[in-house]
C-alpha cells in the first residue's frame, strides 16, 4: 500500500531529494480520510494520503442509519441490515426502523481498492508540521522509526516526542512503538485534517465529554436473551443489576448488533459523560448484566472497546477538518462514518473545482458545503441535545429515552446533519412525549440555549 499505487492524478516528486507535490494531502486513513483521498483522485487530483500506520486493520464495529449511507455503496460493505429496537426500563420495546452494520473489512477493502491513484505515505503531522509557504503548505510528517532513513529530501530531525531520524525497515508498524524517526516533507495545496477524534492537529483539552463502551462478540444462540434473530437492539434500558460499590450512578445501556455471521456485539454503553465513563465500570456492568439474563460468555471472547469525544469543536477553516476530526460526529451518538463516506465524492468534486490553482477558493468551498448554514444550526441542536442529556438527573435518563423513542421523530434527530426542519420537529416529539419531570429539565436546558454556540 505504501507509495504511489499510479495513475493520472498521482503526486509528483520532482526528484529524487525533492518533496512530494500534490493538489490535496489528506492527514489520516481511517474511513473518513481514505474515502476522501480516493474521491480526490477519482475527481483529476494530485492527491496523498499520509497515516503513521496506513496498513494497520480497523477493529471498530461501524454501523450506520442506512438514510446517511451513500446509495452506491456495493453490497461487501454492509454485513447485515437488522430492524433496530429499543429497549424501555420496564421491557417494553420500541420499533426504530432499518439499520446498517457495516462490514468493518468489507468496507477497507472496498476504499483501499479506490486508492490507486493515491500516494499512501507512512507519518504522522501534528499542528505545527503544517506551515504555509507562498499559496501553498508544506507538511512535515514523521516516518515511523521503523520504516527506514531519510526520505524525500529534508535532513532527519528532531521530532514531535522528542526523538531524532534514524533508518530501519519494516510495514505497519503501530503509533505507539518506539520510534527513531526520519521526516518526510509534502508540499500540498491544501490539507485535510482526517485525523479522527480527538484531532490530532488540534488536541482538545483533557476531560470532554467522551462517548466510552465495553463489548464482547458471543455466539447469537447464546445472546437471544438479549436480542432477537433480525434485529438490532439500538439501546437496552433495562438496569445491568442492582448497583454495586465502586459504581457510578451514570446509567448505561445495552447496545446489541448481529455482525450477520452467527455472532453478535454485546456492549454495554454510556452514551455521553464528561469525563467517560471508565471501561472497569462498564465492563462490571456488562458481565452482571449478561449473568442475570444468563448469557454465557465463553474464555476468550473478542472484546471491543469504545473510548472517543463527541463533543469536538468545529475547527479552523485550514487545514480543512473531515470526518471525526471536524466534527461530523454525532454529539448524541457519536455515528460519523457513513455523513463521512457520504460527504466524501461531494467534497472532493468541490476542491477539483478550484484546485490546485486557488487554494483559498477550494478551502472556501469546502467550509461552505460541510457547514452550510442549515447544519450549523443542525449542530448546535445536536449540541444543546447533547447537554441535555448531561444534565439530566442519572434517574431520568432512561425515561428522557423513553420519550424520545416514542414514534419516530427521535430517529429524525440522530439523522439528516443539514436537516433542521427535522431535527427541530424530532426534539418537539420528544417534549411531546417526555413526562413532566423531564419536559422541566428540558425546559431549564433550553433557557440556556444559546443560538450562537459552536
Ligand atoms: C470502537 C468504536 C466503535 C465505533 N462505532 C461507530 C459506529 O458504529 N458508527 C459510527 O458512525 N461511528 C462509530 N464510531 C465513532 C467514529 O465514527 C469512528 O471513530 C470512526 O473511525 C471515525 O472515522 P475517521 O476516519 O474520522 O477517524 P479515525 O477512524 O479515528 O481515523 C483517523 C486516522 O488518523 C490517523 N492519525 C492519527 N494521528 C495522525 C497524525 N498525527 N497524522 C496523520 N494521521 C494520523 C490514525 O492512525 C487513523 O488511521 C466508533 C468508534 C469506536 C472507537
Not at 14 to 22: E, K, N, R
Not at 141 to 149: A, K, M, N, Q, T
Not at 181 to 187: G, H, L, S
Request: hydrophobic share 40%; glycine share 12%; net charge positive.
Amino acid at each position: 500500500m505504501t507509495g504511489t499505487a499510479g495513475g493520472a492524478a498521482a503526486p509528483q516528486r520532482p526528484d529524487a531529494s525533492g518533496p512530494t507535490v500534490a493538489d490535496v494531502l489528506v492527514l489520516g486513513g481511517g474511513p473518513a480520510g481514505r474515502a476522501l483521498a480516493a474521491a480526490c483522485a477519482e475527481a483529476g487530483l494530485r492527491t496523498a494520503l499520509a497515516d503513521p500506520a496506513p496498513e494497520r486493520a480497523w477493529t471498530a464495529t461501524y454501523c450506520a442509519w442506512p438514510e446517511e449511507l451513500p446509495p452506491h455503496l456495493p453490497a461487501t460493505t454492509i454485513a447485515t441490515r437488522p430492524e433496530a429496537v429499543a429497549v424501555l426500563p420496564g421491557g417494553g420495546t420500541r420499533a426504530l426502523g432499518p439499520y446498517a452494520v457495516l462490514d468493518t473489512a468489507g468496507l477497507r477493502a472496498h476504499l483501499d481498492a479506490r486508492l490507486a491513484g493515491v500516494t499512501v505515505l507512512p507519518g504522522r503531522a501534528a499542528a505545527d508540521d503544517v506551515r504555509p509557504d507562498g499559496h501553498r503548505y508544506r507538511v512535515r510528517l514523521h516516518v515511523p522509526g521503523d520504516r527506514g532513513g531519510r526520505i524525500d529530501g529534508e535532513s532527519s530531525g528532531t521530532d514531535d516526542d522528542g526523538t531524532s531520524g534514524g533508518s530501519s525497515s519494516g510495514k505497519g508498524s503501530s503509533d505507539t512503538a518506539p520510534r527513531n524517526d526520519a521526516t518526510r516533507v509534502v508540499d500540498a495545496a491544501l490539507v485535510v485534517d482526517a485525523t479522527g477524534a480527538p484531532s490530532r492537529l488540534r488536541p482538545g483539552p483533557a476531560g470532554g465529554t467522551e462517548q466510552t463502551a465495553w463489548g464482547v462478540v458471543v455466539d447469537e444462540r447464546a445472546a437471544a436473551p438479549m436480542v432477537r434473530p433480525g434485529e438490532a437492539v439500538f439501546m437496552d434500558w433495562r438496569s445491568p443489576g442492582p448497583h454495586r460499590p465502586g459504581w457510578t450512578d451514570w446509567p448505561t445501556f445495552l447496545y446489541a448488533v448481529p455482525y450477520g455471521d452467527g455472532t453478535v456485539l454485546l456492549e454495554e454503553t454510556s452514551l455521553a459523560r464528561r469525563p467517560g465513563l471508565p471501561l472497569p465500570e462498564l465492563r462490571d456492568r456488562l458481565t452482571a448484566r449478561l449473568a442475570a439474563a444468563g448469557v454465557t460468555v465463553p474464555d476468550g471472547a473478542p472484546v471491543e472497546r469504545v473510548r472517543f469525544p463527541v463533543d469536538t469543536p468545529r475547527g479552523p477553516r485550514h487545514p480543512v477538518g473531515f470526518g471525526a476530526a471536524t466534527p461530523l460526529v454525532h454529539p448524541a451518538t457519536g455515528f460519523s462514518v457513513a455523513p463521512a463516506l457520504g460527504l466524501a465524492p461531494r467534497l472532493a468534486a468541490e476542491l477539483a473545482r478550484y484546485l490546485p490553482h486557488d487554494p483559498a477558493a477550494a478551502t472556501t468551498a469546502a467550509r461552505r458545503l460541510l457547514w452550510p448554514r442549515s447544519a450549523r444550526a443542525v449542530h448546535r441542536l445536536r449540541r444543546h441535545g447533547l447537554r441535555t442529556v448531561l444534565e439530566m438527573p442519572p434517574d431520568l435518563v432512561p425515561d428522557f429515552f423513553d420519550a424520545f423513542f416514542a414514534g419516530r421523530s427521535g430517529r429524525a434527530f440522530l439523522t439528516g446533519r443539514d436537516d433542521l426542519t427535522g431535527t427541530l420537529a424530532g426534539m418537539a416529539g420528544v417534549f411531546r412525549a417526555a413526562p413532566p419531570a423531564v419536559r422541566t429539565r428540558m425546559l431549564r436546558s433550553a433557557a440556556a440555549f444559546h443560538p450562537n454556540g459552536r
